[in-house]
């Protein structure tokens, strides 16, 4: 499923699968993100997966997740998951531990 293309406001929850750990791929999440000012967090999960929150307008969120989908120059996505959420007002892009 893919964000909305209008410029409304979308939140927007992604799993994100492939060699994504150990390559700098949250950091280089919160930097793009930060270019693109949107707002949510990201984190490593226990099984080898990335997981990310994103809000704002969905034309950049959209952006986002193409991006979601290569990842920094180390990382090989191999499956990017998404759905679609009620938007929570978030501050910031944070890197969660």
């Known amino acids: 499923m893919s964000p909305a293309r209008d410029a409304s406001r979308v939140r927007l929850?992604?799993?994100?699968?492939?060699?994504?750990?150990?390559v700098s791929y949250r950091a280089s999440t919160q930097q793009h993100a930060g270019k693109?000012?949107?707002?949510?967090?990201?984190r490593n999960l226990?099984?080898?997966?990335?997981?990310c929150v994103?809000?704002?307008?969905g034309e950049r969120v959209e952006q986002m997740v193409a991006w979601l989908r290569k990842g920094p120059?180390?990382?090989?996505v191999s499956e990017v998951r998404t759905e679609h959420e009620a938007e929570e007002g978030l501050r910031g892009f944070e890197v969660r531990r």
């Open 13 to 22: 929850h992604c799993w994100v699968a492939g060699k994504v750990q150990g």
């Open 54 to 57: 994103l809000e704002g307008p």
């Open 73 to 76: 120059p180390l990382a090989r």
């Open 46 to 51: 226990a099984d080898g997966r990335v997981e």
């Open 36 to 42: 693109l000012a949107l707002r949510g967090w990201v």
